[in-house]
C-alpha cells in the first residue's frame, strides 16, 4: 500500500503574533508537549505554535543515494560549497565529541534506529535524577508513549510472531553470547509491521519492508516517527507547525510573557529574523540546542544558574566492527526499491537484537550491544572503504577473503551474499560515561551570538570504553572477522568519541543548587526561584547516562511533564473562574 501523511507545516506568513505556548523543536519532547497541549480539554485548550528549525520530508524525498545524503547534511562537508543549514543530517564535531542528530520535522526521530528500551533502575539511581523520578514513577508515563509510538517486536514472517532464531544479525551476536552464557533479546523497535489504512492519526501507513534505512529515512513510511503520530495529532487538533524556523534566545517580557527571538529561512541561502510573543515557551530543541538557546539567552540577561550547559552525556556511545567473517549477515539497505536484488536478502529494521552485560557487583560497568545494518545510502561507500581499513584479523582462508573484498570492490554484484560487508556486522554499544561534558558557547565572526561547542576533556579514556572495545574484538574473533576499532577513537590515539545519543545539558536537580531545572522542566533561575513561563522538555533534562537508547525515556519524561503543565493549566483557568 502507499503512504499517507498530510502536510502538517503552515506558510510562515500566516502566523499569529502571540501563542499561549511556543514550542522550540520538534523531537519527542516538543513533538509530545505540542500533541498533549493542543488536546486539551475545549475549556483550558491553549493555542500551540510549533517552530522547527529544518523542513518538512515528505517521504518520497528522503535521501537515499551517497550524493543525496551528503547534500543534506546540515554543516560543511567535503565536496560541497558553504552549508545547508536545512539539512536532514546534523553532524556536530564539537571539540571532545562528535555528535550525530536530526534536523527536520520530526527530529531524530526522523534517522535514529528506532530502539525503545526502559533503561534499568541503575541509570536513575548514580546519576542526580531527583528521587520522584525513576523507573517505576515513570512507568504509566512509558506505557502512554508506547500507545502512541506502537512497540513492535520484528515478527519471523508478516503477521507472524517474533523471532526466535532470526534475523542472521541476531545469531552472529548469540555466538559470542554463548560463549559467556548469555543470551540475546529482540529489541522493542518502534516500527510498524502490517498495513494500516489509517494508524489511529490520520496516516496511512505500510509495513515494514525489512530494508534496512531507518537511520537515513525511511522511505517506506513504516517506521513510527514523530511526523506518523504525535505531530498529526497536534496538527489535527490546532497546533499550528512552521518549519525553517531557528530560535536564536529567549527574552522574559516585564509583566510576564516572553520573546521568542530567531530567524526563518525560506530557503538554504537566505534568513530573515523575527521576534513572536508567547505566554509559555517550551524549549525542545535537543541536548545540544536547547542549552544552546539558554546560554545565549543569558548573555541576554537571562538569569540562568550555572548548571546550564553542564552534565552532558554522549550516553556511553562507542562503535565497533566486525568485518569480513565466516558468516552471511544480511545487512545491506536497498531502501524502498523492491526491484532491487538486495530485496532477496532483507536486513531488516536497522537494530534488531540486543545483548545486555551486567554485573552483580557494579551497575556502573553495565553496558549493552546491538546489531546495525548498512543503510543503502552508505553501502556502496562502506563496501569500497572498508577492505583498506586495517584492524586484527581472526582467521578464515585469505583467498577466501580476498575475493569477497574485492566482490564489494568491483560492484559487480552488490548485494550478493558472499560480498565482505554482507559478512560484517556494525555494533553499537552503550554504557555508563561519567556525564562531565559541558556546552558552552564559541563566538566567531560567522557567529556572533555564539555556537554550542562542547568540551570534556578526557572524555575516551574512561575506562569503560576500553572494556566495550575489548569486548568487540572478542565478538569479531568468535565471527572468524577483522576486528576494526572505533576510527575516531583509535586514530592517533585520540580517544575521540562520537555519540548519536546526546544527553544533558540543561540537567534535573532537585533545587537551582543541583541542576538546572526542576523535575517538571521548569528552569531554575540564578535565584533559585524558577522562570516563570519557561520549560525544558527533550533529553538535555536527562542528567547523565541512560547505558540505552534514550527516546522511550525522553518521551516517557515529556509524558510526565505535559501532564503536570495541562494540570497547572487547569488550576489557572479554575483560578481565573
Known amino acids: 500500500m502507499e503512504p499517507y501523511v498530510p502536510t502538517l507545516s503552515k506558510d510562515w506568513s500566516l502566523r499569529r503574533d502571540r501563542y499561549d505556548f511556543v514550542i522550540v523543536g520538534s523531537g519527542y519532547g516538543g513533538s509530545i508537549m505540542a500533541a498533549r497541549l493542543a488536546s486539551a480539554d475545549p475549556l483550558r485548550k491553549p493555542s500551540v505554535c510549533l517552530l522547527e528549525r529544518g523542513k518538512e520530508w515528505p517521504l518520497a524525498q528522503l535521501p537515499d543515494t551517497f550524493d543525496a545524503f551528503l547534500a543534506n547534511v546540515r554543516g560543511r562537508v567535503p565536496f560541497r560549497n558553504g552549508e545547508n543549514p536545512l ?3 546534523d553532524i556536530v564535531n564539537a571539540t571532545d565529541i562528535t555528535v550525530l542528530k536530526g534536523n527536520g520535522l520530526g527530529g531524530t526521530s526522523l534517522v535514529n534506529a528506532n530502539v525503545a528500551i ?3 533502575d541503575a541509570a536513575f539511581q548514580r546519576s542526580g535524577w531527583p528521587a520522584s523520578l525513576n523507573a517505576r514513577s515513570l512507568a504509566p508515563f512509558y506505557a502512554r508513549a508506547a500507545g502512541v509510538l506502537k512497540l513492535a517486536k520484528l515478527p519471523c514472517t508478516p503477521g507472524g510472531a517474533p523471532c526466535d532464531q532470526q534475523p542472521r ?6 555466538k559470542r553470547a554463548k560463549q559467556l552464557g548469555m543470551h540475546t533479546e529482540l529489541c522493542d523497535v518502534v516500527v510498524n509491521f502490517e498495513d494500516l489504512a489509517d494508524n489511529g492519526f ?8 525489512r530494508c534496512g534505512d531507518c537511520i537515513t529515512g525511511c522511505r517506506v513510511g513504516a517506521k513510527n516517527t514523530l511526523y506518523m503520530n504525535y505531530l498529526p495529532w497536534a496538527w489535527r487538533n490546532g497546533a499550528e507547525i512552521f518549519t525553517q524556523t531557528e530560535v536564536l534566545w529567549l527574552e522574559p517580557v516585564p509583566g510576564g510573557g516572553w520573546l521568542v527571538h530567531g530567524v526563518h529561512r525560506p530557503d538554504s541561502d537566505s534568513s530573515q529574523p523575527f521576534a513572536l510573543k508567547a505566554a509559555d515557551v517550551v524549549l525542545a530543541a535537543g541536548a545540544l540546542n536547547s542549552p544552546e538557546i539558554l546560554l545565549r539567552s543569558a548573555a541576554h540577561g537571562l538569569p540562568v544558574t550555572p548548571h546550564v550547559g553542564s552534565s552532558f552525556s554522549g550516553n556511553g556511545d562507542f562503535f565497533g566492527i566486525s568485518y569480513n567473517g565466516a558468516d552471511f549477515l544480511q545487512v545491506l539497505g536497498f531502501g524502498n526499491h523492491p526491484e532491487s536484488p538486495g530485496a532477496a536478502y532483507p536486513p531488516g529494521p536497522t537494530i534488531t537484537t540486543k545483548l545486555q552485560y551486567r ?6 560497568t553495565h553496558f549493552l550491544f546491538e546489531d546495525v545494518s548498512f543503510p543503502s545510502a552508505l553501502r556502496q561507500n562502506a563496501q569500497q572503504l572498508f577492505p583498506f581499513l586495517l584492524g586484527e584479523d581472526f582467521g578464515g582462508d585469505p583467498a577466501v577473503k580476498l575475493r569477497r573484498e574485492l566482490l564489494d ?5 552488490p548485494f550478493s551474499p558472499d560480498g565482505a560487508l554482507n559478512h560484517s556486522m556494525l555494533y553499537l554499544a552503550m554504557a555508563f560515561d561519567n556525564a562531565q561534558g559541558r556546552i558552552v558557547l564559541k563566538t566567531s565572526h560567522a557567529e556572533p551570538e555564539g555556537k554550542a561547542d562542547i568540551v570534556w576533556h578526557g572524555a575516551g579514556t574512561e575506562p569503560i570504553f576500553k572494556t566495550m572495545d575489548d569486548e568487540l574484538r572478542q565478538h569479531a574473533r568468535a565471527l572468524g572477522g577483522r576486528f576494526i576499532e572505533n576510527p575516531t577513537w583509535s586514530f592517533l590515539g585520540l580517544k575521540h568519541l562520537i555519540t548519536a545519543h546526546p544527553l544533558g545539558g540543561c540537567p534535573i536537580g532537585a533545587d537551582h543548587t543541583q541542576g538546572a531545572a526542576n523535575q517538571f522542566g521548569e528552569v531554575y533561575a540564578s535565584d533559585g526561584s524558577v522562570l516563570e513561563g519557561l520549560l525544558v522538555v527533550d533529553g538535555s533534562l536527562v542528567p547523565g547516562a541512560l547505558a ?5 525515556t525522553i518521551s516517557a519524561l515529556a509524558e510526565w511533564i505535559a501532564e503536570h503543565q495541562i494540570r497547572k493549566l487547569a488550576g489557572r483557568l479554575g483560578g481565573e473562574t
Open 169 to 174: 544479525k541476531r545469531l552472529a551476536l548469540e
Open 87 to 89: 539539512g536532514l543530517y
Open 548 to 552: 540505552v537508547n534514550p527516546l522511550f
Open 202 to 209: 490520520g496516516v496511512a501507513q505500510p509495513k515494514c519492508t
Open 118 to 120: 526502559v533503561p534499568e
Open 359 to 364: 554485573s552483580a557487583s557494579d551497575p556502573a
Open 409 to 413: 570492490i568491483g560492484q559487480t554484484a
